[in-house]
């Protein structure tokens, strides 16, 4: 309050309302008497304008009038200043009403003194924003502009909510050389209507047309709600012109919808993907995290890194995060530390199958909630290696649950794959273990450890995206196992916040699937990006088809036979009540029969798959991973293709 007292501005504010709320007043009985006010009144008046002016500058204060900047002042302002004269008017009627029982007061002047007030407050606020948002030289016409000021001519398709704040931006902003022509929806209601006076031209159709009339210069895609099909669309009605376009990023990419020109950037192959924003549940994950001592392991990898950044939006006691990539694990604490100047980072250089070093930082760290991301992904590379997915994933996995059921951790949850339903290769299978392990530690020891499914990540490290771009930058060919090949996408922020919300509900025991939307063919993919950026497949950039490698699918699953699926209280997320996998009886052939995996029996098949891996026996590994998971079918094939790219 002080602060505000303080300020030169403030009393040439104040004052100048005291002026017209004084006027204002005096105006309503002049209006009320037809310019001839009687002696009487203008006794009224002078007996009353001494304490209804401050009652009323006091309303305007506590209501905020004197704290915003009017460069700014927009539709909540001006809900708060017709607030304050509702209360102030009220105020004033009820005091004349309790001390002269309204007698010898015209009540049609308290109506025409409310009105005249907004009028008059709201008229210099807006007045003052329009003047100081046209520049330092005043107002601007059309007539006035500088003709010679070279300007991108602008066309912006989408004329909702998101092209009405970059437009609002552009018009704000004189540094920005754009000249918008107009607007394209595909909403007939808003033909020919305007938005802060730039009109909507046409439909998504008709923007060639339109852009050759109009000589525009550039395409401006704002839609933050267009789904896959829509977006591809206007994607590829747009690129027809010929015309450099780009778009304005996703809800998911943008901090509460505040849409910036400086966030316009070229079309990513993301935005075809029409993902939906996410919605969280704030209180809920921030009733798991904040003020608590959080681990993720594999922090330095995609989905790592990123839950480590949501992690420290919710101000956790201390984020312990645990790699064994020195180079990345000391860029993700500069990194973290400048974004999170405040948060407690403890970085953690340690092989996450190391049971002695993660003994010793589970007991000087006391992490109370786990995220377990670490593991080797890559398919090829793990058929290749089975014993490194026995080390880096298995025996891993066991590690962290065995040191977090030791310290009685509040939560652990693993990240898991996709590729562990009905797998057909090594990383995949050891996956699955580590999802029937985690389940059985919930089932047998009552902690509360949870999986969470999901398929493949856009951007992430191994991902067929940053591979396409490469070999697009390289001038092709663009290489494809199969032309039939489908996956499921997701973006790395959606993933890793859905992984938090995930966390956030499960009790234990449960295998979380995200909802990944629609498949889709890896050679539509390819045609995109190509086609995104700047040529033509088959034409300019060959694509050219290597065939399946040992252990890929034609599609990759979420469920499995047998899975109960369920709905959970977020739309995006579903639950598997999954059990353990039976195992095979003596002499069976690994389908149906035999008892229930227990932790005991898990803990003697992981002793012979380390056996196993530290002999190098990969066709061992295999076998013993298929006693494990019954529904492992092993593919054979050329080891040759396994180094194809």
Not at 521 to 541: K, T, V
Not at 586 to 599: C, H, K, M, R, S
Request: neutral net charge; proline residues 4%.
């Amino acid at each position: 309050m002080f602060r505000i007292l303080k300020r030169p501005n403030f009393w040439i504010v104040f004052l100048g309302d005291a002026v017209l709320v004084g006027l204002a007043y005096y105006l309503a009985y002049y209006l009320r008497f037809d310019g001839d006010i009687p002696a009487r009144e203008v006794a009224n008046w002078m007996n009353t304008v001494v304490w209804i002016v401050p009652l009323k500058l006091v309303c305007f204060y506590f209501f905020g009038l004197y704290k915003g900047m009017w460069r700014y002042t927009g539709v909540y302002d001006l809900e708060n200043l017709i607030k304050a004269c509702v209360i102030s008017s009220g105020i004033i009627v009820f005091i004349l009403v309790l001390k002269v029982r309204f007698v010898g007061f015209p009540r049609s002047v308290f109506v025409i003194d409310f009105l005249l007030t907004f009028l008059f407050l709201s008229g210099v606020r807006v007045g003052i924003r329009l003047f100081l948002s046209s520049g330092r030289e005043g107002f601007s016409f059309p007539f006035l502009a500088n003709k010679d000021e070279a300007k991108e001519r602008v066309l912006i398709v989408g004329a909702g909510n998101a092209g009405e704040k970059l437009i609002r931006e552009i018009k704000e902003n004189e540094g920005l050389k754009y000249d918008v022509a107009g607007f394209i929806d595909d909403d007939k209601r808003k033909r020919n209507k305007t938005i802060h006076g730039v009109s909507v031209l046409g439909s998504v159709d008709e923007v060639k047309k339109i852009a050759e009339k109009d000589e525009i210069d550039e395409i401006i895609i704002a839609i933050s709600a267009a789904s896959a099909g829509e977006m591809r669309q206007i994607v590829g009605v747009c690129e027809a012109t010929g015309i450099p376009c780009k778009t304005v990023p996703g809800v998911g990419e943008l901090i509460e919808g505040k849409v910036s020109v400086s966030s316009i950037r070229k079309v990513r192959y993301e935005d075809l993907l029409g993902r939906r924003q996410v919605k969280l549940n704030m209180k809920q994950i921030g009733g798991y995290l904040t003020g608590k001592r959080v681990m993720v392991t594999g922090g330095v990898g995609s989905i790592g890194s990123e839950l480590c950044r949501q992690i420290l939006r919710f101000r956790p006691e201390s984020l312990i995060i645990v790699d064994i990539d020195e180079s990345g694990l000391y860029d993700a604490e500069l990194d973290l530390e400048t974004r999170f100047p405040d948060a407690k980072i403890v970085p953690v250089l340690s092989p996450v199958q190391d049971r002695h070093v993660m003994r010793r930082i589970f007991e000087r760290e006391n992490p109370e909630v786990v995220f377990h991301a670490a593991a080797y992904k890559h398919v090829p590379m793990m058929e290749l290696h089975p014993w490194e997915a026995v080390f880096n994933n298995i025996l891993a996995a066991q590690n962290i649950l065995e040191q977090c059921c030791s310290m009685k951790v509040e939560r652990f949850v693993l990240v898991s794959t996709d590729k562990a339903v009905r797998p057909t290769n090594v990383m995949g299978a050891s996956k699955r273990v580590c999802e029937l392990l985690t389940n059985i530690y919930a089932k047998e020891l009552g902690a509360r450890d949870m999986s969470v499914r999901f398929g493949n990540v856009i951007y992430s490290v191994g991902s067929v995206v940053p591979l396409f771009r490469k070999q697009i930058e390289r001038g092709g060919p663009v290489t494809l196992t199969h032309p039939d090949v489908i996956r499921y996408f997701m973006t790395i922020p959606e993933a890793s916040q859905l992984i938090l919300q995930a966390g956030a509900i499960g009790n234990g025991g449960e295998i979380f699937i995200l909802k990944m939307g629609t498949p889709i063919r890896i050679a539509d993919m390819a045609r995109d990006l190509i086609r995104l950026s700047g040529f033509e497949p088959d034409e300019e950039i060959e694509i050219k088809e290597i065939g399946l490698r040992p252990g890929e699918k034609l599609f990759e699953e979420l469920i499995t036979e047998g899975e109960g699926i369920q709905e959970t209280e977020h739309e995006e997320i579903m639950v598997l009540k999954a059990q353990s996998s039976p195992v095979p009886s003596p002499g069976a052939t690994g389908q149906g029969g035999g008892d229930e995996l227990t932790l005991k029996m898990m803990r003697k098949h992981i002793k012979r798959l380390v056996n196993f891996a530290e002999a190098g026996d990969g066709d061992k590994i295999r076998e013993e991973l298929k006693s494990i998971v019954p529904e492992y079918q092993a593919q054979s094939g050329n080891r040759e293709n396994l180094h194809k790219r």
